[in-house]
């Protein structure tokens, strides 16, 4: 299952693009990449947790901190739409109870 989002955009491309995953900690205000908590969490870029984040610019298997901006897996540069290849990150890497 994947998760869709539209970025509200026509068409994207992949030159000067930049997704950023950021968690903004509510009792110091302060914007961070990870989160402070947790054993796998706190070690691991968000962008990374969520799945985003497998390939470095060659497409090699090894994360580099940056968005993978691969057409019709994790961008749809036609509509404008980020995709995430699953539904049940949060859940299965961070714990997250939802109720």
């Known amino acids: ?3 869709i989002y539209n970025l509200n955009v026509n068409q994207l491309t992949r030159e000067g693009f ?3 995953i950021i968690y ?3 009792r110091t205000g302060i914007d961070n ?3 402070q908590e947790g054993d796998y969490s706190r070690t691991q870029q968000l962008i990374q947790v969520f799945g985003l984040d497998r390939l470095n610019p060659y497409n090699d298997p090894q994360p580099d901190g940056n968005f993978d901006f691969v057409e019709k897996i994790t961008v749809n540069t036609e ?3 980020i995709i995430f290849l699953t539904s049940n ?3 299965k890497h ?3 109870c939802l109720h």
Do not use: F, S, V, Y
Request: proline share 5%; hydrophobic share 45%; no cysteine.
């Open 94 to 96: 961070l714990g997250i």
């Open 79 to 81: 509509t404008g739409a």
């Open 24 to 26: 903004r900690d509510d």
């Open 33 to 35: 990449p990870q989160l």
């Open 18 to 20: 930049q997704l950023r």
């Open 89 to 91: 990150l949060l859940i």
């Open 1 to 3: 299952m994947k998760n």
